[in-house]
Every structure is written in structure tokens, then in C-alpha cells.
């Protein structure tokens, strides 16, 4: 059973703690699906993930017109994807997606893309707008991350 | 002196050949062939197969567009970076087999640098000048020095200009590609000043960009609107187009005082010229507002044609000329760059949002 936990952000100081949270869940092989509307902010969680987890001023542009932007994080490589460009799945393959799950951490933007390879252990969070800086997070962990994200989030 | 360029490192495959009497020889765009048309160049050509594939064939249409046999080119320049790894390495592992097998100089250059030198090529302009990168995927100023000699004063901390207007254009419903659906939206505006947007970091001391939060701004227009008008859409479109022309403005005027307190006009015409390159260029309306910013500040405005502003192979040809002339050559151990800053002292930006 997928484990979801809802929290509501009322601002982009909220987004960045949550993001800096979840980095801290995060190991290598990890796969986290970023979704939510144009302007939901999936890029600026990302940006603020691994700013936390690496140099706090790192540059990370939108991987938009790259399709993947990567970042050597301490103990791994953070591949963070845009894969609304792709036509079909195995466009990603081209990509290093291999690579990225069996040593790397994905973010992925846009993970629908994925289509049968989006992988059965995975954390998804969606972004949804309720306010001009406020958004409503989703989190639901699936396969492994069920148990994970639970223990993640104890208070 | 002849060299030939090949650019495969995003969505574009491309072979060109240019020689130092700035003439262009040959200029081949996969995607503006016409059995490619009807993608238009949204399909990012991903797969490096696809690159592998075409890659051939243009190479051997380029030397016959220019009248050359191999044997005719003095050095043989890709790029090298930055971009998708696969494309990359496709098209270096081609230069470098070419070079290797008639015994020619090969030349690895940043796909950024191609840009940056394309005015060049075009327009003759000498260093110093100041450059406004705006493409899909970059938003940059920089102060070119001189060959491989970049100065950033600055970068977008999110979205690239080209992406933003891609992105508004899919919030208001007018589809693919962003920039000129807009502008075309934009100039049947009946009230182009009834919604306000925001000109992000205008007034900033830095000459950074950000164009995330006025995508977001548009969305939230878009949203109290509920189904936007035709008339609606336009309106918007104007706004857009004027929190864009702000922001760029007061940015180049930050980078212009800049670049003239560094490199005062000389009588070799350097510290004179205010240069555009990227697709964006081909936007009407920012042009115009760039040229009347240029001309109050005393510089010459220039841009290259809009099909050497977007990506093609005639700028990695040129960018491979001037640094083989200086003695800049690579060797065949080149390793692609996936990164690779044209300005590597360039501090990252802060991010203008808040910390965690």
C-alpha cells in the first residue's frame, strides 16, 4: 500500500525546509517524480533539494531545454530531469537512465514521461498552487519508499 | 584558411563550413531540411543515434554545397560542450576520426563561445564588446575580451528567456514554439497596460536574470480569468512582453555602465558594440527596445540573422577558425564536456529566493 502524507506550505521559506527534508531521505538508486502544474514551483523544490545538499549556491537552471542537469552531491550524483520533451519512454535510456538507477538519484520533472519505466519503488510529490506563495505538498511513497517515507517523516 | 564545423549538442544536427574572409561556404541544419519540416525542431533530438544517423550524410551535403573535397579544409572544429553527453560525443568522435584520418588540426569548441563569436563572423565586430545570450536554454551577459577571454556579469538563477516565453505560451493556450505565437498575440492587444506583471530583478545592484516568477504571475492572471478571451490573451501577451523588455532593459543598462567603466570606446572600434545573439534576437519588440537602449548609451546595436542566432554549425565552424588562427588547436584525448562555462571565474548567483 502507497503511504501519502499531505502538508500545506504557506510560503517558499515552507517548500524549501520540505524540500531540505526530503534530500536528507535521499541515497543513491533513489528516484523521486516531481509533479504539479506550470508555475507549481517543481523546479524551485529541486533547486532548493540539492542547494541543501550540496553547495548552498550552487547554479541550478531549469533543465528545460537540456532535458537533465546533473550535480556531484557528496556520496553521489543528483541527475535532476525535465522529461516533458521526450516523445516515448526510451528516449530516457539516451539519457543515462540506467546509470541514474543504480548509482545516481533522479529528480524528475514531468515523470509520467517515464511511462513503463517509471520504477515500482519511488517517491512522488506533487506540488498544488493554493495561493499566490502558498502550495499544498503530496507526498506518497510507493514500493520501498512506503515504509521509508513514514519513518522520514516521524516528528 | 577553410574549416569545418559540426554541432550536435542539443536538438540540432548541423555541418557548416566557413573561411577567414567571414564567408560562409555552407550551412546545413538538419531540421531545416525540408524532409524535417514538419517537426520544426520541437522534437529534441535525444537519441544520439539520431544524430549518428544524419550526421554523414550532412557533412558530405555541406563539402558538395561548397565545392570542397576534404582535402580543401585546414582543420576540422565540434563542439565539445556544453550540452546532452551522447549528442556531444557523437559529433567529436566524428571531428576527431575525420582529423585523424587526413591528418588535420581538430578544434573543440564551447557551443557558448559559438554564440558569443557569431557577430563576428557577421558583422565584423571587434573586442571588446558586451553580449546578451538569450536563447531557449540560456540567459547570459557577458563581456567578450577576446577569443576563449569571457567576463559574466550575468546569468538567470532559473528559466532562460526563450523558455519562459515557450512556457507563457502553453499557460495561455497558444502552443509551440512560444515566442513568435506570442508576439503575434501580443500586438492585438486593445489595453496593453490593463494587467500588471512584475519586470523581475529590476533595480537589483547584480545583472542576474530570473524569469520563474513571471510565469508564475501569468498563471495566476490566467486563473482569476477563468477562460481567458482572445482579448485577454492578448493583453496578457502585451504584458509579457513588457516585464520581459523591462527587465532585460534595466539588466543590459546594469552590464552596459559596467562594461563601459572597463573598456572605454578605442580607435580600433572596440568597447562600442552592444551584440544580441540567441533566438530570442528574432523577437521585434525586444529588439527595438535593446537598439533604443544601445543607441542612448552610445553603442552600436547588432545581430546576427535569426538562422545564425539559433543553433547551427556555421558559429562552430567560425568559433573553430578564430581559435585555429590563433594556434588553438585540441588534441585527439579531447573528452567532452557536459559542463563547461564560458566564463569559469564567474561566481555562481545567489538564489533570490529564501533559504532553508
Avoid at chain 1, 502507497?2 to 536528507?24: H, M, Y
Avoid at chain 1, 545538499?53 to 541527475?79: C, I, K, M, R
Avoid at chain 1, 519511488?122 to 506518497?140: H, K
Avoid at chain 2, 498563471?219 to 482572445?230: A, F, K, M, N, W
Wanted: net charge negative; with cysteine.
Amino acid at each position: 500500500m502507497p503511504q501519502a502524507l499531505t502538508l500545506d506550505l504557506p510560503d517558499e521559506a515552507a517548500t524549501a525546509n520540505l524540500a531540505a527534508r526530503v534530500g536528507r531521505l535521499l541515497r543513491p538508486g533513489d528516484v523521486v517524480a516531481l509533479s504539479g502544474d506550470l508555475g507549481a514551483g517543481k523546479s524551485a523544490f529541486a533547486r532548493h533539494l540539492i542547494r541543501g545538499l550540496g553547495d548552498a549556491e550552487e547554479e541550478v537552471p531549469s533543465p528545460t531545454f537540456t532535458l537533465v542537469q546533473t550535480y556531484d552531491l557528496p556520496g553521489y550524483t543528483l541527475w535532476h530531469f525535465d522529461l516533458y520533451r521526450l516523445t516515448e519512454p526510451d528516449e530516457v535510456l539516451e539519457l543515462g537512465w540506467e546509470e541514474v538507477i543504480h548509482d545516481g538519484v533522479a529528480l524528475v520533472e514531468w515523470p509520467t514521461r517515464l511511462g513503463p519505466r517509471l520504477p515500482a519503488d519511488r517517491l512522488e510529490l506533487d506540488l498544488a498552487i493554493t495561493g499566490p506563495d502558498s502550495r499544498r505538498a503530496t507526498l506518497t511513497g510507493h514500493g520501498a519508499w512506503a515504509s521509508r517515507l513514514g519513518r522520514g517523516f516521524e516528528p | 584558411m577553410i574549416v569545418l564545423g559540426i554541432e550536435t549538442s542539443c536538438d540540432e544536427t548541423a555541418c557548416a563550413i566557413v573561411d577567414d574572409t567571414r564567408a560562409i561556404r555552407a550551412n546545413v541544419v538538419l531540421s531545416q531540411l525540408d524532409e524535417h519540416r514538419p517537426y520544426g525542431g520541437v522534437v529534441p533530438e535525444v537519441a544520439a543515434r539520431a544524430h549518428l544517423h544524419y550526421l554523414d550524410g550532412l557533412i558530405r551535403q555541406a563539402l558538395e554545397e561548397a565545392h570542397l573535397d576534404l582535402g580543401q579544409v585546414d582543420a576540422i572544429a565540434a563542439t565539445g560542450g556544453p550540452g546532452l553527453i551522447g549528442g556531444v560525443i557523437v559529433g567529436v568522435m566524428t571531428a576527431k576520426a575525420m582529423a585523424a584520418a587526413r591528418g588535420l588540426p581538430f578544434v573543440a569548441v564551447n557551443h557558448l563561445e559559438g554564440h558569443a563569436l557569431t557577430a563576428r563572423l557577421t558583422n565584423d565586430v571587434p573586442f571588446p564588446y558586451l553580449l546578451l545570450l538569450v536563447s531557449g536554454g540560456h540567459c547570459q551577459l557577458l563581456e567578450v575580451e577576446g577569443v576563449g577571454q569571457y567576463r559574466r556579469l550575468g546569468t538567470t538563477i532559473d528559466d532562460a528567456v526563450g523558455e519562459a516565453f515557450d512556457k507563457t505560451a502553453k499557460l495561455l493556450g497558444l502552443g509551440y514554439p512560444g515566442g513568435p505565437l506570442l508576439e503575434k498575440a501580443a500586438q492585438k492587444a486593445t489595453n496593453p497596460g490593463r494587467f500588471e506583471l512584475p519586470a523581475p530583478m529590476k533595480g537589483r545592484p547584480d545583472c542576474d536574470f530570473s524569469f520563474s516568477g513571471l510565469k508564475t504571475a501569468v498563471r495566476r492572471h490566467v486563473e482569476q480569468l477563468g477562460t481567458p478571451t482572445e482579448a485577454d490573451v492578448a493583453d496578457l501577451a502585451a504584458a509579457f512582453h513588457h516585464a520581459v523588455g523591462q527587465s532585460l532593459l534595466d539588466r543590459c543598462d546594469r552590464a552596459i555602465k559596467a562594461f563601459k567603466s572597463r573598456h572605454p570606446a578605442n580607435e580600433h572600434g572596440g568597447g562600442r558594440h552592444l551584440v544580441v545573439a540567441g533566438g530570442v534576437a528574432a523577437n521585434t519588440y525586444l529588439r527595438e527596445q535593446l537598439a533604443k537602449l544601445a543607441a542612448k548609451r552610445g553603442l552600436t546595436f547588432t545581430a546576427p540573422p535569426l538562422a545564425l542566432c539559433t543553433d547551427n554549425a556555421a558559429m562552430i565552424a567560425w568559433a573553430g577558425l578564430e581559435r585555429f588562427r590563433l594556434g588553438q588547436t585540441d588534441g585527439l584525448d579531447f573528452a567532452p564536456r557536459p559542463r563547461w562555462p564560458l566564463d569559469p571565474n564567474a561566481k555562481p548567483m545567489k538564489f533570490a529566493g529564501v533559504k532553508a
